[in-house]
């Protein structure tokens, strides 16, 4: 089977949350879903959004194996979830995420002369009145270190449980790095499994993970099963709804919103080719650092003659075996291997990976004094990294040190490889051969994390086009299935007030529109005045 996947270079996240604030505007402003944010950028060390949402000995998210050896639900089979279907303790309450507010603008621009000065309140978007802000999705942004913040991140606690002496918390010790994160749209959803409706489902053309609007019944199994709390329950509608890779646009070619607007050029998309029939074995690995192994296991490689035979055989479009073979995300996963999941240990086989950030180590050597770029200097300072190994490994390789310090080895590699370049110098073939690879690789895998262009780092192809239309327009005549007239998308204020979303039809978006859309934002010549 075919997958889109994609690799975020954390060494480039500036924490800009410009990719928040676009995916929040295309996807979630409206009535319902005011708290909701399908992508958003924690600091870390920190809580996270919802808070603490990896601790799953609270929440109960993702898989386990039972005493057989098999996958089971953390949060329980299908008798365990009959027994407590009309009660589900293991749910975020809104405190966790943060309850939505706006302001009163009107107060503060209607406001009659006097001597004071009028102010524009904080007011709760659940019931209309004034609140006292305490919590939001991102309270603790650039606050990493801080021990009123930093000794409540789960990953602080299972660092410490090992490495007592890597994270104190002091002022000289501080560190901090960006983590953005969307649905995982894994290979082994536990939100799907959750769902006792059926309505959450993987796409078997792209591996996309969405909800059926139409047959979700709101039991809100899927928001407990998601490890990573990546589903949301609009209370406006009474459905589930959760990050969709925007699919509209990944069925035209266009990247994601929140890659198109990323600042930092972060961001790859492509496809990946994964055995089907392996993903339930790699994701029953009894140890949970065997994990990142065993779903690197589960990839197929497109040059492969018989993988080419066999997924000409079920079906998967030549473009997209071609957009195999030229994926970035492919690339950086399974040729440099310098990106990792995000929480293996879930047993969930995620499709976002990261490659682990670097910068702050080349900072603090040129602090010292010492050459920051050089490569003795920096392969040394790996493993005393102001982000500690053992942290990064625990968000990234269910504590397994080794693949980070693997991945962080050749960025550093590379570094020194095309430092000696640019300056003139013969590059040390040293270097290369102490990462194990190649100086042409290392030049390949620089191109791509430095240069690349807008068609190198996304790699989507267009085969879906054709069915484009009837995943679109499925729905009723009238538009959205749940805004057409009387429908639960339309009628009365909805608990959080009418702020936000629209109260009129919404008109069926054409598949065109998206592929006019690409024309405008891959073409080198301005648009014509008439266009425009």
Same mark, same amino acid.
């Given at each position: 089977?075919?997958?889109?996947?994609?690799?975020?270079?954390?060494?480039?996240?500036?924490?800009?949350?410009?990719?928040?604030?676009?995916?929040?505007?295309?996807?979630?402003?409206?009535?319902?879903?005011?708290?909701?944010?399908?992508?958003?950028?924690?600091?870390?060390?920190?809580?996270?959004?919802?808070?603490?949402?990896?601790?799953?000995?609270?929440?109960?998210?993702?898989?386990?194996?039972?005493?057989?050896?098999?996958?089971?639900?953390?949060?329980?089979?299908?008798?365990?979830?009959?027994?407590?279907?009309?009660?589900?303790?293991?749910?975020?309450?809104?405190?966790?995420?943060?309850?939505?507010?706006?302001?009163?603008?009107?107060?503060?621009?209607?406001?009659?002369?006097?001597?004071?000065?009028?102010?524009?309140?904080?007011?709760?978007?659940?019931?209309?009145?004034?609140?006292?802000?305490?919590?939001?999705?991102?309270?603790?942004?650039?606050?990493?270190?801080?021990?009123?913040?930093?000794?409540?991140?789960?990953?602080?606690?299972?660092?410490?449980?090992?490495?007592?002496?890597?994270?104190?918390?002091?002022?000289?010790?501080?560190?901090?790095?960006?983590?953005?994160?969307?649905?995982?749209?894994?290979?082994?959803?536990?939100?799907?499994?959750?769902?006792?409706?059926?309505?959450?489902?993987?796409?078997?053309?792209?591996?996309?993970?969405?909800?059926?609007?139409?047959?979700?019944?709101?039991?809100?199994?899927?928001?407990?099963?998601?490890?990573?709390?990546?589903?949301?329950?609009?209370?406006?509608?009474?459905?589930?709804?959760?990050?969709?890779?925007?699919?509209?646009?990944?069925?035209?070619?266009?990247?994601?919103?929140?890659?198109?607007?990323?600042?930092?050029?972060?961001?790859?998309?492509?496809?990946?080719?994964?055995?089907?029939?392996?993903?339930?074995?790699?994701?029953?690995?009894?140890?949970?650092?065997?994990?990142?192994?065993?779903?690197?296991?589960?990839?197929?490689?497109?040059?492969?003659?018989?993988?080419?035979?066999?997924?000409?055989?079920?079906?998967?479009?030549?473009?997209?075996?071609?957009?195999?073979?030229?994926?970035?995300?492919?690339?950086?996963?399974?040729?440099?291997?310098?990106?990792?999941?995000?929480?293996?240990?879930?047993?969930?086989?995620?499709?976002?990976?990261?490659?682990?950030?670097?910068?702050?180590?080349?900072?603090?050597?040129?602090?010292?004094?010492?050459?920051?770029?050089?490569?003795?200097?920096?392969?040394?300072?790996?493993?005393?990294?102001?982000?500690?190994?053992?942290?990064?490994?625990?968000?990234?390789?269910?504590?397994?040190?080794?693949?980070?310090?693997?991945?962080?080895?050749?960025?550093?590699?590379?570094?020194?490889?095309?430092? #000696? !370049?640019?300056?003139? *110098? =013969?590059?040390?073939?040293?270097? %290369?051969? /102490? $990462? &194990?690879?190649?100086?042409?690789?290392? +030049?390949?895998?620089?191109?791509?994390? #430095? !240069?690349?262009?807008? *068609? =190198?780092?996304?790699?989507?192809? %267009?085969? /879906? $086009? &054709?069915?484009?239309?009837?995943?679109? +327009?499925?729905?009723?005549?009238?538009?959205?299935?749940?805004?057409? *007239?009387?429908?639960?998308?339309?009628?009365?204020?909805?608990?959080?007030?009418?702020?936000?979303?629209?109260?009129?039809?919404?008109?069926?978006?054409?598949?065109?529109?998206?592929?006019?859309?690409?024309?405008?934002?891959?073409?080198?010549?301005?648009?014509?005045?008439?266009?425009?």
């Amino acid at each position: 089977m075919a997958q889109i996947a994609m690799v975020m270079n954390l060494d480039k996240c500036i924490g800009c949350h410009t990719c928040s604030v676009t995916c929040k505007q295309a996807w979630t402003n409206r009535q319902g879903m005011e708290y909701v944010w399908f992508n958003n950028v924690e600091t870390r060390p920190g809580q996270g959004y919802p808070r603490r949402y990896e601790d799953q000995e609270k929440w109960r998210g993702g898989w386990e194996l039972n005493r057989r050896g098999a996958l089971k639900l953390k949060a329980g089979g299908r008798f365990h979830k009959l027994l407590g279907i009309f009660s589900n303790p293991r749910l975020p309450e809104i405190k966790d995420y943060y309850e939505p507010w706006t302001y009163d603008y009107k107060n503060l621009t209607d406001a009659p002369l006097g001597d004071d000065f009028p102010v524009a309140r904080p007011v709760s978007q659940i019931d209309g009145k004034p609140m006292k802000i305490e919590w939001s999705s991102n309270w603790d942004d650039n606050l990493a270190g801080a021990p009123a913040y930093g000794d409540l991140d789960p990953m602080v606690e299972r660092t410490r449980q090992q490495a007592a002496e890597k994270v104190k918390f002091e002022f000289e010790q501080t560190f901090m790095f960006y983590l953005p994160r969307i649905c995982e749209h894994c290979l082994n959803p536990s939100c799907v499994a959750s769902c006792p409706s059926g309505a959450m489902y993987k796409r078997a053309e792209d591996g996309i993970v969405l909800v059926d609007q139409d047959h979700c019944r709101g039991w809100r199994m899927c928001v407990t099963g998601c490890p990573y709390k990546k589903v949301y329950f609009n209370h406006r509608t009474g459905k589930a709804e959760k990050c969709t890779l925007c699919y509209p646009r990944v069925e035209v070619g266009l990247p994601t919103v929140c890659s198109e607007t990323c600042v930092g050029r972060l961001r790859y998309l492509g496809v990946i080719l994964y055995d089907a029939d392996k993903v339930t074995a790699a994701a029953s690995t009894p140890d949970e650092q065997g994990l990142y192994e065993a779903q690197l296991g589960v990839f197929l490689d497109p040059d492969d003659p018989a993988v080419q035979r066999a997924a000409e055989a079920a079906g998967i479009p030549y473009d997209w075996m071609e957009a195999a073979r030229r994926s970035p995300v492919r690339a950086l996963i399974s040729k440099y291997k310098v990106a990792l999941p995000l929480h293996p240990e879930y047993r969930t086989m995620p499709m976002v990976w990261y490659i682990p950030p670097l910068s702050p180590v080349v900072d603090a050597l040129t602090e010292t004094g010492h050459d920051g770029e050089d490569a003795g200097n920096l392969f040394g300072a790996i493993d005393t990294l102001r982000i500690p190994l053992e942290y990064l490994a625990e968000v990234f390789t269910a504590g397994d040190t080794a693949p980070v310090r693997a991945s962080l080895e050749k960025l550093a590699a590379m570094r020194a490889h095309m430092r #000696a !370049i640019n300056l003139g *110098e =013969d590059p040390d073939p040293a270097v %290369t051969e /102490a $990462v &194990g690879m190649k100086p042409a690789e290392i +030049e390949e895998m620089y191109r791509l994390l #430095a !240069i690349a262009k807008y *068609e =190198d780092r996304y790699v989507i192809p %267009t085969a /879906a $086009v &054709g069915d484009a239309r009837r995943l679109e +327009e499925s729905a009723l005549p009238e538009g959205c299935s749940l805004e057409y *007239e009387g429908g639960p998308g339309m009628g009365g204020d909805g608990p959080f007030g009418q702020d936000s979303g629209q109260r009129k039809l919404l008109p069926v978006v054409s598949v065109e529109n998206f592929h006019g859309l690409r024309r405008r934002q891959t073409s080198d010549d301005p648009a014509d005045a008439e266009e425009v």
